[in-house]
């Protein structure tokens, strides 16, 4: 829940400047004018200086003080640290660690007792869960740096769900990405937190993140400039020197600053360095040079966002400089925001009595200040959302997914003598063969023994569960090994990186003739569909030309974070489909072989429709959903109370009233008919019937009705609603319809459960003109017969058993509006969707679970997912 306040009351907003001790603690007085200017729309600019006016040196200086929040503090504790925040006018606060409630309730109280609204940062350079016990971590950069540049779409929708977390818990700012080349193995500090030792790569890495971070209105903060990444010591314990020329850093140490700077960065963090090219005044740290801050980075680079420092505490500063000095060295190099002052009162003390001895400091200290202020009116501080609460596990299961794609295409084969990989499937990974380093790229080349040993050598960079999943599916084969090393390390160059004799996806989409970047773009939406909690999971196949060249799966079966991950073979309730993946299939059978005719009467085979107003109602009728039946009803209430629940829907619909006019209207009505059919014409109920022509001769081990009957594991079936009143919790296993479940389960119109794997022999037998890997299953003259529209001069665009597309498409309609007009398919509830289309020899098929945990609200309709994938994959065929 969000609830809106003005972080400015009109209290805190009239005497800012009012410092005397009798009023420093206290509410003061409405300042119209500012509060107006707000309403109003006023610039950034115009906010600032209203509250500029009002403000006392002491107030200007303590905007430029960021400190560290203690760890653990008691009440005692935090009243002493409020009053720190209060006393000094501290412009923001740091989180360094703790829990998301703890920090959440501290960002409240805290930000509720200041006069100008606090600068909320945090140091999370992969997710709150660096920080935070009870968050998400996602994997170190130098994993990402690995990735080729395709994926590095991953890396911006992690930066936008690390920016989406941070605004729920109250953050403005994040001090990430880290943009220093880590070119030396040795450097202590940086390491696995690069993205690598590449300056193109890092750069356009560092780009995605941060324009995912800031898409979230969270200040990304590219560091340390002008560079920590060829350092033998760590500036948190020492001042390390870098001995490069003047032409080497600006070539290559600052050209992810400057990338960074062209593409919009907010923020630049200094770094505690001696530089000795641009400063060689001893024991000067880089953070606290007019030269490499003021002179380089503001106005030869053009930086116009907030400059911050490194930690004021590191040893690197309070080595040589103290009380205040260091702080005050920082400000007149140019820093806007001072970050962790060791002792605030003495920082504050040592810049006011330097602004009071010299104009150009005090110019300085306005400059900064009004910086400080205009980037917190761009932040939203001037009237702020503050969250009520925060779940950190909200979307773990987008989380999960980015994180196992990262790993996936980052995990790099650094050796890989015989022909051992790809494994077979479920074969155990032989250890004294195949040796994997969840590890750096620098601890794995210590290692040289095990390296010679082995055949196989597998560099994971990190043992998180991502990357645990992503190396067991990459060994046996489920994807081909991307990645490529991001850095040098020993024997093995930058850009080592193997491959085994498989095809990835893509692969199979280029071979294809498809564009792999649409498929790209595929993942993307399937990706922020979870996000957006379109649905927990989903799968996506596509085939072209016989072959599949698409097959996905995202998510997990629920939106817990203990909950399954989707995979290829997990089973979903495929709702409406049934329609076409049986009931259709089934009619189209016992038409191929004579026993039933199109234009027959239901009534001839059905008793309970003799006497009845349908008794007139054809086959062909009610395939094409233009019997004059209603669409639906709630038939399943009845019959739960009756000895024969079955029969009792059957016997409902029978005395239901039918439409004034036989027009187009989709029908539930005609297909429960129609399942019923099935059972009097082949004396098998129709679940017995498709699966004995079809389903068992496919193989399909997981397709059919009622799948908990028939040996398929609850914990492979996605779960359907939640629905406490009528079905007494979860329905996981059972059909979600109704009055499917009140028919056992088994019915015309719904049932079916299957996965997008399974699904596909239906369709690619019906694309081959009812042949399937050299058996028979339909006569081409029957499928041509089912995929014609019969009744088209009364605007029907259905065929019989399957939907068509709009005579003219449009965006609003049910499919994409690239396909042919030959295209036939069907969708259903549950957010699933079957297209095949004979003109391009072309099949689609979407699973989802979209009503988890409810089906009230379609996201899935709404944001037009299925069609917007479905365009793309036409658009991947189509020559520039």
């Known amino acids: 829940m969000i609830k809106k306040f003005l972080v400015l009351t009109l209290a805190a907003l009239i005497s800012i400047g009012g410092a005397s001790a009798q009023h420093k603690h206290k509410r003061h007085h409405k300042d119209r004018h500012t509060v107006e200017a707000v309403k109003k729309g006023a610039s950034a600019e115009q906010w600032a200086d209203s509250i500029m006016a009002k403000m006392s040196l002491e107030e200007k200086v303590g905007q430029l003080m960021m400190i560290r929040v203690p760890l653990n503090m008691s009440k005692k504790g935090e009243s002493k640290f409020v009053e720190l925040i209060k006393d000094n006018h501290v412009g923001g606060v740091c989180f360094f660690a703790g829990s998301s409630d703890a920090q959440l309730r501290q960002t409240k109280h805290f930000q509720s007792i200041t006069k ?58 994040n001090f990430a990405p880290v943009v220093d080349l880590n070119s030396n193995p040795k450097n202590p500090v940086i390491g696995m937190r690069s993205f690598g030792e590449d300056r193109e790569s890092v750069a356009q890495k560092a780009v995605a993140y941060m324009r995912g971070l800031q898409s979230q209105r969270v200040m990304a903060v590219a560091k340390h400039f002008p560079g920590h990444g060829d350092t033998k ?78 930690g004021l505490d590191m040893k690197g500063v309070t080595k040589y400089y103290a009380d205040g000095e260091g702080e005050l060295q920082a400000m007149k190099a140019g820093n806007d ?26 110019k300085m200290v306005e400059e900064h200040c009004r910086r400080i202020l205009v980037s917190k009116y761009k932040s939203g501080l001037a009237s702020q959302e503050m969250p009520n609460s925060f779940d950190p596990r909200e979307r773990q299961s987008l989380c999960d997914s980015i994180s196992y794609q990262m790993a996936l295409h980052s995990v790099t084969l650094i050796k890989n003598s015989g022909k051992l990989l790809p494994l077979k499937k479920d074969a155990p990974i032989d250890t004294t063969k195949i040796v994997v380093f969840y590890e750096s790229p620098y601890k794995m080349i210590k290692r040289m023994g095990a390296i010679d040993s082995a055949q196989v050598v597998v560099l994971a960079y990190q043992d998180c569960p991502a990357t645990r ?19 040098t390390a020993g024997i093995f ?47 996506i196949l596509v085939a072209k030309d016989g072959k599949v060249v698409y097959n996905r799966a995202y998510g997990r079966q629920t939106y817990d974070a203990a909950s399954p991950s989707v995979d290829t073979n997990t089973v979903y309730d495929i709702a409406s489909l049934t329609k076409m993946t049986a009931t259709t299939l089934a009619i189209m059978k016992l038409v191929d072989t004579e026993k039933l005719k199109i234009d027959d009467k239901l009534s001839r085979y059905l008793p309970y ?77 129709v679940d017995h019937y498709v699966a004995r022509n079809f389903y068992k001769p496919m193989g399909l081990t997981h397709t059919g009705y009622c799948p908990l009957e028939h040996g398929v594991d609850l914990s492979i079936i996605a779960p359907t609603e939640l629905d406490t009143e009528n079905r007494g919790g979860l329905i996981h296993g059972t059909v979600h319809d109704p009055n499917a479940n009140a028919m056992n389960g088994i019915a015309g119109h719904a049932g079916v459960f299957s996965s997008a794997t399974e699904l596909y022999p239906l369709m690619q037998m019906l694309l081959n003109g009812g042949e399937y890997e050299g058996k028979r299953y339909l006569s081409r003259e029957v499928i041509e017969l089912f995929n014609q529209r019969h009744y088209a001069e009364r605007g029907n665009r259905r065929a019989l058993g399957f939907d068509k597309p709009m005579f003219n498409p449009t965006k609003a309609g049910q499919t994409a509006v690239e396909v042919s007009q030959k295209s036939f398919g069907h969708t259903g509830f549950t957010g699933t969707m079957i297209w095949v289309d004979p003109e391009y020899n072309l099949v689609y098929i979407f699973l989802s679970n979209r009503v988890y945990p409810n089906a009230t609200t379609n996201k899935l309709a709404k944001m037009n997912i299925r069609t917007e994938i479905q365009s793309l994959i036409y658009k991947s065929m189509k020559r520039d």
């Open 116 to 173: 100008v609204p606090l600068f909320i940062a945090t140091d999370a350079e992969n997710g709150l869960g660096m920080r935070l016990k009870d968050c998400y971590a996602f994997p170190k950069q130098m994993l990402m740096g690995a990735m080729p540049h395709e994926y590095d779409n991953l890396i911006e929708q992690m930066g936008a769900e690390i920016g989406r977390q941070c605004r729920e818990l109250g953050v403005h700012i």
């Open 233 to 310: 010591s760590d500036s948190h314990f020492d001042l390390p020197v870098i001995n490069h020329t003047k032409e080497y850093i600006d070539t290559v140490d600052l050209y992810p600053f400057n990338t960074l700077i062209k593409a919009g960065v907010k923020g630049v963090m200094t770094a505690h360095l001696q530089i000795n090219a641009y400063d060689n005044s001893p024991n000067r740290p880089s953070s606290l040079s007019e030269k490499l801050v003021q002179n380089l980075l503001r106005e030869k680079m053009g930086f116009n966002g907030l400059i911050i420092t490194d």
């Open 337 to 362: 925001i001072l970050l962790l002052p060791p002792d605030v009162e003495k920082s504050v003390k040592a810049i006011v009595s330097a602004a009071k001895d010299n104009a150009s400091v005090k």
């Open 469 to 487: 999943k992503a190396v067991d599916d990459l060994l046996h084969g489920q994807a081909q090994f991307e990645g490529r090393l991001p850095v």
């Open 493 to 539: 160059k930058r850009g080592h990186g193997l491959k085994v004799d498989l095809s990835t996806p893509y692969d199979r989409v280029v071979a294809a003739g498809m564009k792999a970047e649409c498929f790209m773009a595929i993942d993307s939406i399937a990706l922020n569909g979870i996000n957006e909690k379109a649905y927990p999971g989903c799968q």
């Open 609 to 685: 429709l003799k006497h009845s107003n349908k008794k007139n109602i054809t086959v062909k009728e009610a395939l094409s959903h233009i019997a004059g039946l209603k669409d639906y009803d709630a038939y399943w209430k009845q019959a739960r109370e009756e000895e024969d629940p079955y029969m009792s829907v059957l016997k409902q619909i029978a005395k239901s009233p039918l439409n004034k006019e036989k027009k187009y209207v989709y029908s539930d009505l005609g297909f429960i008919l129609l399942g019923d059919l099935v059972r009097i014409v082949s004396g098998e109920t």
